[in-house]
């Protein structure tokens, strides 16, 4: 169970360290505003992914899966992140943002955190990724229930991180700048999760 909590974190890092609109977001708010600015949307973004992980697992763990059944659903979950990987190689440099929704108004924060929410929730590449982990590794090991608090730690984590590190001058350039070499990395990295998904599945 520990295994494979630790294999589906170090994927879920990869998700999240692929540069996309939310790390810009994030980023952006920091350099202008300073790092505490920007943490109704981190904290949104942590509860939607959170979120998400919960209605995913919930709708999974209803489900009657037998062994054959679970080969099948292990396969197509190492398909899903295979594509997750390639969408992530493939992904273009994000344009940047002056803040995100509704940080500019009255009543900013809790706009603020709704737009996180909103985003994390309904982020397909974080979507796809569960799905490959719930019907693969965590349902095999029982360690969903385990996943869901896991997501929303992670997320909350990288985002202050971000935060912190965007807040300081020049990094947000640099970090678009190496935009690229990121995003080969942590595709690289999802992509190898996908093939240790995939192989056993086909030798079964």
Known sequence: MIAALAHFA??????????????????????????????????????GAGSLALGLMLLFGALDIDDEAMRAARAIGGVLLLL??????????PVARSAPPGEESVGGALLGFGAGFCTAATNPITAAYFVAQFLGPLAETGAAPLAVPLVALQALGFGVFVAHVFGQ???????????????????????MLAMAMLLPAVRA
């Not at 997750?84 to 440099?93: D, E, G, H, Y």
């Not at 001058?169 to 992509?191: D, E």
């Open 10 to 47: 170090l994927g879920y890092l990869a998700v999240l360290a692929a540069p996309g609109p939310n790390m810009v977001a994030i980023g952006v708010l920091a350099a202008l505003r300073g790092s505490r600015a920007v943490l109704p949307f981190v904290a949104g973004i942590a509860v």
């Open 84 to 93: 997750v990987a390639l969408r992530v190689l493939r992904s273009p440099a």
């Open 169 to 191: 001058a020049g990094a947000r350039r640099f970090a678009l700048a190496w935009h690229r070499p990121i995003c080969v990395v942590a595709g690289g990295a999802l992509a």
